[in-house]
């Protein structure tokens, strides 16, 4: 068996999967190992570290999109804890351009997170859940942030955008399962006429100004309206096609129950406050992207060399 490194993330087998998910360097690969070994649905992917070098990386492209049957893959990266300015990755590109795109980041001592493509404009639905605790006693709560069609997980995560779904459960027992009930649930709805303009107008404005030119897109500017005609010439509709959320709320169970098996696997590490963004990719499949501890997300931008020194004593997310 393979060790994580370089390996193909379906390959690893439980031993490997744990030894990765305990390696803080690098932590959005570290998490997608550790949601792999609890049953979490995960994109294949591999990890290329900056030690690895340009020849491995082109080895481990060519490996993962011979595996897909694919010409191109999506690309992200891990720089372990993040300053608040860091590559937005999430695009996916043809090997062509990948190559040269991933080599820098390497280069700029970043590892490299090479996955299944996907499609950012075509998702069914976008959401993160929380789980919020009290480390001493196990208690907290349990919510649920969504985006229906036409949005992606980075809307919610840094890009400002009012979720149209909100659930809320409280009181929740991260160390003791219990079921849920309807009368558990509190849900907040936006849907209005005006928050719905205002919602696709600002993913609009984030296409046009970050997302479409960081994924090699020439634009003639940064209007929303750019944005749309490029999105219509494409058959990209979902920012303006119905959605009931209803239907997220009626599987609510399935996601409480992912969280908390995740809840109760970490139950001894301290943690206050742990994020898992998700996306449904259509076609009936649903993955979750990574972990992220919100107290160690960004740091202060300390060094490469002293993260290494220090984060393999700890387990960070993302």
Not at 102 to 124: D, I, M, Q, W
Not at 175 to 197: C, E, F, K, P
Request: proline share 4%; with cysteine.
């Amino acid at each position: 068996m393979p060790s994580a490194a370089l390996a193909l993330l379906y390959e690893l087998d439980e031993h490997t999967l744990a030894r990765a998910a305990e390696d803080g360097r690098y932590p959005k690969w570290s998490t997608m190992c550790r949601l792999r070994l609890l049953g979490h649905p995960v994109l294949n992917a591999c990890c290329v570290e900056p030690a690895h070098g340009t020849r491995a990386l082109r080895g481990a492209a060519r490996r993962l999109s011979a595996e897909l049957g694919t010409d191109r893959l999506l690309l992200r990266s891990d720089g372990g804890i993040e300053t608040t300015q860091y590559y937005r990755g999430g695009n996916t590109f043809l090997l062509s351009m990948l190559e040269a795109r991933a080599a820098a980041l390497l280069c700029a001592g970043r590892a490299v997170v090479l996955t299944e493509p996907t499609n950012r404009f075509t998702n069914r639905l976008s959401a993160v859940l929380r789980i919020d605790r009290d480390h001493h006693h196990g208690r907290g709560s349990f919510n649920l942030e969504a985006l229906g069609p036409g949005y992606d997980v980075s809307d919610l995560n840094r890009g400002g955008i009012q979720p149209q779904l909100t659930i809320a459960v409280h009181d929740v027992d991260w160390w003791h399962y219990r079921d849920l009930w309807w009368s558990d649930l509190q849900v907040t709805i936006r849907m209005g006429a005006n928050d719905q303009d205002h919602r696709r107008r600002q993913r609009l404005l984030r296409l046009a100004a970050d997302v479409l030119p960081e994924a090699g897109e020439t634009l003639p500017d940064k209007e929303p309206a750019t944005a749309e005609v490029w999105l219509r010439a494409r058959g990209y509709l979902g920012l303006w096609q119905p959605w009931d959320p209803m239907v997220v709320v009626r599987g609510i169970r399935r996601w409480y129950d992912d969280a908390f098996i995740l809840a109760n696997a970490l139950r001894a590490r301290d943690w206050r406050c742990l994020s898992l963004p998700l996306s449904n990719l259509g076609r009936g499949r649903t993955i979750y992207w990574d972990i992220v501890d919100g107290q160690r997300k960004h740091g202060l931008g300390t060094p490469q060399h002293q993260l290494a020194d220090r984060q393999h004593t700890r387990m960070v997310e993302r």
